[in-house]
């Protein structure tokens, strides 16, 4: 049948069509792809490997971009160029790339490589959140990644499961995610460190009203939404996707959609641009 009108569901089984031939299929517990021990979440079995062939294009093209390391000029083409060229393999090819290896790709013209390869090498020392973030690691994203470099710096890979259940907002899944892709990546990921050398950042959360408040941002606004995002991150505000109860604010611009009817709906507080930056000069 069809589980609210997308989803299929199985109800039930016609055994008696069985002739005989059927073998039973147990849940995989390595890669096929790579061997890594795989990551099962129920539902979902991910692989984790970062050099694992079957996700490798898409862990370069989120390594670079604009959220992770940056790498301005790396963007998906150039990425699927570098790879289908032989030029890279694996994330740290990246910071391996020379003048040379670009010369005879077709568009890479002498300015465009020295702006890539400058690129790059400025993604090096940069803060740990943004190198954690860029790992792709299952359920931790930029916030989670924040968290992580705040409370371990760099021996968030040396901390345990009870470790990270122990941070505000990780639960059983975010823990067992870094679990595995640690164990799995450990060498990888303190080779990569060495390269890139991120610095622990120092987070000063400022008293504001936003402090431990949980905001969603929605419609256009003067600036971009992440440059809004930073903003409330170094006020002590968490900022989540959707609106529910738990939120206390609906940052809102124009032509906002389903989220401002929702938060009307919930009676959560909604302010604009103006009122945000108020809040945000106020003093608590």
Not at 183 to 191: G, S
Not at 251 to 261: M, R, V, Y
Request: with cysteine; glycine share 6%.
């Amino acid at each position: 049948i069809r589980s609210g009108d997308v989803i299929p569901k199985i109800t039930s089984v016609y055994k008696d069509r069985r002739d005989g031939s059927q073998i039973e299929i147990s849940r995989p517990k390595t890669c096929p792809v790579c061997g890594s021990h795989l990551l099962d979440e129920g539902v979902f079995v991910k692989c984790q490997n970062l050099d694992c062939k079957a996700r490798v294009i898409n862990s370069l093209i989120y390594f670079a971009s604009k959220k992770c390391m940056n790498i301005d000029g790396l963007g998906e083409a150039i990425v699927k160029t570098l790879f289908e060229e032989g030029k890279i393999a694996k994330i740290p090819d990246i910071y391996n790339l020379k003048k040379e290896d670009l010369e005879n790709l077709e568009g890479f013209k002498d300015k465009k490589i020295a702006n890539l390869l400058n690129a790059i090498n400025s993604s090096k020392n940069s803060p740990l959140y943004r190198f954690i973030t860029s790992l792709g690691i299952e359920h931790i994203g930029e916030v989670a990644a924040k968290k992580l470099d705040e409370s371990f710096g760099l021996k968030w890979i040396n901390a345990k499961k009870d470790d990270f259940l122990n941070l505000d907002g990780f639960g059983e899944a975010m823990a067992e995610s870094l679990v595995e892709f640690i164990e799995t990546n450990m060498e990888k990921i303190i080779n990569l460190t060495n390269i890139i050398n991120p610095k622990p950042s120092v987070f000063e959360t400022k008293n504001s009203a936003f402090n431990n408040k949980t905001v969603v941002i929605t419609g256009t606004l003067s600036k971009s939404r992440d440059y809004f995002k930073d903003l409330l991150l170094e006020n002590g505000a968490k900022v989540t996707n959707s609106v529910s109860k738990k939120t206390d604010f609906l940052l809102c611009g124009n032509e906002a959609g389903s989220k401002l009817e929702n938060a009307l709906k919930l009676g959560v507080k909604v302010i604009d641009e103006s009122e945000f930056l108020k809040l945000l000069e106020s003093e608590f």
